[in-house]
């Protein structure tokens, strides 16, 4: 027997004395009658085990379905909807003769191996609960699986959170994805992670286009499917080439659990699902794996209707015990910022002349661990401004930049002193809020008088929300709407609307000129002359200079906006119901620790050939932070509406 089928189905059965065929064993044919008498006395296809391995959900209307919806999971014609076919299915393929079993439409497919490769886990779970005397199957040898498993030699489980990534609409809410440790140590004795295998989950794209991207991975066109690459890929990926800080919470499996989460991860690499960016995506399927290693866990219970990656973190700790450690890696970004804190202006100018392939005579006069510090910041630099083009070999002159500098750190006989990042005082997502919020207060106006409001939001974070656990810089708000009802009128009216609503600050730094940006799309009240109070479609974007301090506290941006208005009603361009604007935008944040924020906004927008020519708004809103509550107090001036209001804000999920 193979190593890693003796180690899966040893840790899975724990029985005395098991025997193991022998090569030339013959299978016993009435042993198979035998185990599926046994499997249906016991109703194991009603197991929480088996539904978990198979990823069979309730259906609405009664029955199951698995999530599952490439035919490589399922042996049965019947097996995506039928446990049952699904698990005897299963126990006659293990019976089967050469590499497939005469079950299924696809397993004469010379791709597909036999059973007992195909499904280690399940065998090993059926090994453990039936008791099944393995000398009594066919023997097997699994040389594909058996490679996987030597390559990923697990001997722990980490899920891995890569902070948000506004640039890219796949990762704007951040990603999540698995590590299986070697724990194999260094000759000075650290840990030698990056030669980790990781497991991701995520869609297979067929579009670089962000609105066509959204349609289709809001409605399920895209494929999910799992695979395994190196983790200092992924890290080279997330942390250097769009410097996302990465999170990692080691999980405190058990060596028999490892084993079932590395078989099972097998299974699911045959496999693909369809893939849903808001609900079924990578925090869905990878924490629905980590069930089926461990049928004791409940996570996905835990998620709300919108599945994102910080909710799946704080899955993690709703089990007791499970987190084992967490660890705080810096991306690219981050480590650039710690090393160039506190050189002279003299060293930056050599970090920027180094990073940009030329050299820098005033080096040679500086101390050795000064020029060690110059380099290592260059080469931070290079992977901040050229991350994309070394991870995806688009442009072979950043890899030689990179290599030039390496070559002269390597020259210098000396060690980089560690550099020690603590986290950010924000902590990680774990420690955020809840990602829905609902709201109930009241505003008063000149015009209307005093009005009920009723608000909510599917996900995320706005700039006056709590900072614990989210980046001080970033706003997306996904499905958020507020309606008011108001005394004199007596009828519900919807005063804002988004589908999507994102804000980006960025501070203009010496190596970096990034603008703050900001996206709206939705709808909005008309507050001035262009109508009598009309709900408009809407368009916004804007980009410009921004500033944020050190942590965070004080952030404000200048934007140039332009933005798009369509309504029946609208007096718009020549009269028409678009009205298009543009004009200055700006925007301030100030953080009183972690229980109080003040956001202020302010905009002027020039209307060519709309009536009326011009419009403004300007509002601020300040936020006390009470746990799971915050208060907020409200105020909006626009050319035909001026009002303030109080709102009750509970998180959730």
């Known amino acids: 027997m193979r190593p890693a089928r003796v180690a899966l189905l040893a840790l899975a059965i724990s029985t005395p004395g098991f025997a193991l065929a022998e090569e030339g064993a013959k299978p016993d044919p009435t042993y198979l009658p035998e185990l599926l008498a046994a499997a249906r006395n016991r109703s194991l296809s009603e197991d929480r085990s088996w539904l978990r391995l198979g990823h069979w959900r309730k259906r609405l209307l009664g029955g199951w379905e698995s999530e599952a919806d490439g035919p490589g999971l399922f042996l049965s014609p019947q097996g995506k909807r039928d446990p ?29 191996e036999h059973p007992q490769c195909r499904f280690p886990a399940r065998f090993a779970w059926l090994a453990a609960t039936l008791r099944i005397d393995l000398a009594r199957l066919p023997p097997r040898s699994c040389p594909r699986f058996e490679a996987f498993w030597r390559r990923v030699s697990a001997r722990s489980a980490t899920l891995v959170f890569s902070s948000y990534y506004l640039n890219n609409p796949a990762s704007a809410f951040g990603h999540i994805f698995l590590r299986l440790g070697k724990e194999e140590l260094a000759s000075g004795g650290e840990r030698l992670d990056l030669i980790d295998q990781a497991v991701d989950f995520a869609a297979v794209t067929n579009t670089s286009n962000a609105i066509l991207y959204a349609f289709e991975g809001l409605f399920g066109f895209f494929r999910g499917e799992f695979s395994a690459r190196p983790y200092f890929y992924k890290v080279r990926e997330y942390a250097d080439y769009e410097s996302r800080d990465l999170w990692e919470y080691e999980l405190s499996l058990d060596e028999r659990q490892l084993a079932m989460l590395v078989g099972h991860l097998w299974e699911l690499g045959q ?46 700790f709703a089990n007791p015990g499970l987190v084992r450690a967490v660890r705080f890696r810096a991306s690219a970004r981050t480590q650039l910022a710690a090393r160039t804190a506190g050189l002279s202006g003299t060293d930056l100018d050599a ?241 009183g620790t972690d229980r109080v924020a003040l956001v202020g906004t302010g905009s002027w927008r020039w209307l060519p050939l709309a009536s009326p020519r011009m419009s403004y708004e300007l509002s601020v809103e300040a936020r006390v932070h009470l746990g799971a509550i915050s208060v907020a107090a409200r105020w909006r001036k626009a050319p035909r509406a001026e009002d303030v209001g109080l709102v009750l804000l509970i998180y959730r999920g």
């Open 84 to 112: 049952a076919a699904e698990l005897e299915a299963t126990l006659n393929g293990f019976f089967a003769e050469g590499d497939g079993a005469p079950v299924g439409p696809k397993l004469g497919d010379p791709s597909l």
């Open 271 to 316: 496999t693909w699902f369809d893939y849903y960016y808001v609900t079924e995506n990578c925090s869905y399927h990878v924490l629905g794996a980590l069930e089926a290693a461990d049928s004791n866990l409940e996570l996905l219970s835990h998620l709300g209707p919108a599945t994102l990656p910080a909710d799946s973190v704080k899955a993690l």
């Open 351 to 591: 970090v920027q002349r180094l990073a940009e392939g030329r050299d820098s005579a005033a080096l040679d006069a500086t101390s050795t661990p000064e020029r060690v510090r110059v380099i290592d910041a260059a080469l931070d630099l290079v992977d901040v401004r050229h991350g994309r083009d070394i991870v995806t070999g688009a442009d072979p002159a950043a890899d030689v930049l990179r290599q030039r500098l390496l070559e002269k750190r390597s020259a210098i006989g000396v060690p980089s002193p560690p550099l020690v990042i603590p986290p950010p005082s924000a902590g990680g997502p774990e420690r955020g809020h809840g990602s829905m919020r609902f709201g109930l207060g009241a505003m008063t106006s000149r015009e209307e008088g005093s009005a009920l409001l009723v608000e909510g939001r599917l996900a995320l974070h706005d700039l006056a929300d709590p900072p614990a656990g989210f980046s001080p810089r970033t706003q997306i708000e996904f499905f958020k709407l507020r309606l008011s009802v108001a005394d004199r009128r007596r009828a519900l009216r919807l005063e804002e609307a988004s589908v999507v609503e994102v804000t980006s600050l960025n501070p203009i730094e010496r190596f970096e000129r990034r603008i703050s940006w900001k996206l709206r799309v939705g709808a909005t009240r008309v507050v001035d002359d262009g109508c009598h109070g009309c709900v408009a479609g809407m368009l916004a974007v804007g980009g410009g200079p921004g500033i944020v301090s050190a942590g965070g506290a004080f952030s404000a941006a200048l934007t140039a906006d332009a933005e798009l208005l369509a309504a029946p009603e609208l007096s718009g361009l020549s009269g028409s119901g678009v009205r298009p604007g543009v004009g200055p935008g700006v925007l301030l944040r100030l953080l």
